[in-house]
């Protein structure tokens, strides 16, 4: 049974079976927010995890949602600014002091503390670390000297670092009574005086040593090491190949600056994957918290260029419009063809931009994939020859029209999976985002070669007839 407080707030879990936010749970918020009741907000808000708490802030209006802020005060739980929309986020952030945002940061790690501090203002920014102890305020301004989307912004720059000639029952007192030391770890790494890194050790490994054993005698060579530089795609995919829970985190001197661990992972897989998506739509990096405004800027550049394409594709069949006044059927049937190579574009350059992002798809094995690529485009040219070829048949009553438009459907399948694969490889080869740019020009080759292919075949067959 669940149990309800005086307040009519369930204890259960806040999403319904949809994983929204539950409308009772939200309403009663709201109330308590229009009544300014801070013992009401601080009972049922406060307990919420992170991650809660940034779905609340998202399912509540942009008023309803600074209040709650304003009302939590120096309860509200800073990481989950990092759970919300850029938007939404900015829009919480511009409306605190920034005396509330240095003691808010001070609580959170170090990754968390850049992840909100990297959006801010340059002035903002500055004023926000002055406030905060020197070796957080170092750490933190060195974390942001990289670059955007790189391992050392999503690296924690909180990490526990022993010598090698320490014994295990030294670390585990340091890791006990040690100030300033993560919260949560798996790994103990091992360090020269300079800071290079020598080894690391398991959590598990410790637990099993002699208390007097010596360090440098249980730990292992680091595994594979990521480079502060390092975009944080290719730090994921070194985590996904390994099987890692952490890594060390190092500049190039190959001295130990911070480490990387799999909740950051998971982030980024999450957002890379959802970038792609967005990217190949042609919709860039919008927010559904975006305003107008923005999402039409967003969305403006690829449909502009979706219409250049169309206005090409359009004029191949202004080329063959006499044809297509002799005989309507073509004008009903073209867009058959240009559709039917349209989706088998799509399917392949959906499956190439994938792989080229997760490194599945390189230059050793690029040929044997094109081969089946074509192969498949081939194969489902000549089905699809088959199906679409008796159906203009027994529309019009025409055998010639079928074997025309069965021909075309062949041409413009096989194309459509060159296409699909063959372009997203040549933009990612001449280093363009193939996500971004691909969708349109795969449209373009099919529609193209599809209305070519239909109407030029038409018109050169029923020119002999």
Request: glycine share 6%.
């Amino acid at each position: 049974m669940t149990m309800t407080d005086e307040d009519g707030i369930s204890d259960a879990d806040i999403y319904d079976e949809h994983g929204a936010v539950r409308s009772d749970f939200l309403t009663e918020i709201s109330d308590a927010i229009d009544r300014s009741d801070r013992s009401v907000i601080e009972r049922h808000v406060v307990r919420l995890h992170e991650s809660e708490l940034g779905d609340l802030l998202e399912a509540l209006p942009p008023p309803e949602r600074l209040t709650l802020v304003r009302l939590l005060g120096d309860e509200f739980d800073m990481t989950a600014l990092t759970q919300v929309d850029e938007a939404i986020r900015m829009e919480i952030v511009d409306q605190m002091p920034n005396d509330q945002i240095a003691a808010g940061i001070g609580e959170l790690d170090s990754d968390d503390a850049v992840y909100i501090l990297e959006d801010l203002d340059q002035e903002d920014r500055d004023e926000i670390l002055s406030q905060l102890p020197f070796t957080e305020r170092v750490r933190l301004r060195r974390a942001l000297e990289y670059p955007e989307q790189s391992a050392g912004r999503r690296m924690q720059t909180e990490f526990i670092a022993v010598p090698p000639f320490w014994t295990v029952g030294q670390t585990i007192d340091y890791m006990r009574e040690g100030e300033q030391l993560p919260e949560t770890f798996t790994q103990v790494f091992v360090i020269d005086p300079s800071f290079k890194l020598l080894g690391s050790i398991d959590l598990d490994r410790i637990l099993r040593a002699q208390l007097e054993a010596k360090v440098e005698s249980i730990m292992r060579e680091t595994s594979h090491p990521i480079p502060a530089e390092m975009d944080q795609e290719e730090a994921a995919q070194i985590f996904e190949q390994y099987d890692l829970l952490s890594a060390a985190v190092v500049d190039e001197n190959q001295r130990l600056v911070g480490v990387l661990t799999i909740d950051d992972v998971v982030d980024v897989i999450q957002e890379e994957a959802d970038e792609d998506i967005k990217h190949l739509g042609g919709v860039g990096d919008e927010e559904l918290s975006d305003n107008v405004i923005s999402t039409v800027r967003s969305r403006f550049v690829w449909l502009a260029v979706n219409l250049m394409t169309a206005i090409l594709a359009s004029s191949i069949i202004d080329v063959f419009d006499g044809a297509i006044e002799k005989m309507v059927a073509l004008a009903v049937l073209m867009p058959i063809v240009a559709s039917m190579g349209g989706n088998a574009g799509t399917q392949t350059m959906t499956v190439t931009v994938r792989a080229l992002a997760t490194g599945d798809l390189d230059i050793y094995n690029a040929f044997r994939v094109v081969r089946r690529e074509a192969s498949v485009g081939l194969f489902n040219g000549i089905l699809f020859a088959v199906i679409m070829g008796a159906i203009a048949v027994l529309w019009f009553h025409d055998f010639q029209l079928g074997i025309v438009i069965g021909v075309a459907m062949i041409i413009n399948l096989v194309a459509a999976a060159l296409g699909g694969i063959l372009l997203p490889l040549l933009l990612h080869r001449f280093g363009a985002d193939p996500a971004i740019a691909s969708s349109a020009f795969v449209t373009t080759v099919t529609d193209c070669t599809g209305y070519l292919a239909f109407l030029g075949l038409a018109t050169w067959w029923f020119a002999l007839r």
